[in-house]
T-cell receptor
């Protein structure tokens, strides 16, 4: 079945450091891919998405490229801020359904220090 | 409302007690999902509604879990005879339409259930 594997955390960085959070997936076909972010005390929010191979999703300085060859969708940001501290989830819709129930990775906790 | 609203935000239950968790989706959203998020894990699918029809309940962990959406808007997740392993955050999400890759799911802040 569909699955998502994220790099283990937590990740601790200093402000302005470069961020990479790895995500690989197993799926039938070529689904859309999502990154969701969960700030403390808040619900999951869609951060970015890519709908087909070689697409690059971007938002708030974050980027992720849909790599079919390596079945990956790694999240990157060139210069993190304290306000980026949150939990990040890679996700793909489908799970064998037509309505797109989401399969999530286990999440990566990011802490950014001033 | 402006977003998905869940209530209560926190619920403490004694083992064996029944609980009901409420979800108010974004107005006009056809699809509604429930997920369970254990501590330190990603959310896991529980059940899906399209309007008032429950089309998939394959993720419900036992027959103690029951969900409904009688008028195609507000949904309630009910857990009977709660057990300690039911302790988790229960997330509700809604989307405007159904369709793989088309539906952006908007999440509520969740209900944190603690069973003592």
């Amino acid at each position: 079945g569909d699955s998502v594997t994220q790099m283990e955390g937590p990740v601790t960085l200093s402000e302005e450091a470069f961020l990479t959070i790895n995500c690989t997936y197993t799926a039938t076909g070529y689904p859309s891919l999502f990154w969701y972010v969960q700030y403390p005390g808040e619900g999951l929010q869609l951060l970015l998405k890519a709908t087909k191979a070689d697409d690059k999703g971007s938002n708030k300085g974050f980027e992720a490229t849909y790599r079919k060859e390596t079945t990956s969708f790694h999240l990157e940001k060139g210069s993190v801020q304290v306000s980026d501290s949150a939990v990040y989830f890679c996700a793909l819709p489908g799970g064998g359904t037509s309505y797109g129930k989401l399969t999530f990775g286990q999440g990566t906790i990011l802490t950014v220090h001033p | 409302g402006a977003g998905v609203s869940q209530s209560p935000r926190y619920k403490v239950a004694k083992r064996g007690q029944d609980v009901a968790l409420r979800c108010d989706p974004i107005s006009g959203h056809v699809s509604l999902f429930w997920y369970q998020q254990a501590l330190g894990q990603g959310p896991e699918f529980l059940t899906y509604f399209q309007n008032e029809a429950q089309l998939d309940k394959s993720g419900l962990p036992s027959d103690r879990f029951f969900a409904e959406r009688p008028e195609g808007s507000v949904s309630t997740l009910k857990i009977q005879r709660t057990q300690q392993e039911d302790s988790a955050v229960y997330l509700c999400a809604s989307s405007f339409s159904a369709g793989v890759g088309k539906n952006i799911q908007y999440f509520g802040a969740g209900t944190r259930l603690s069973v003592l």
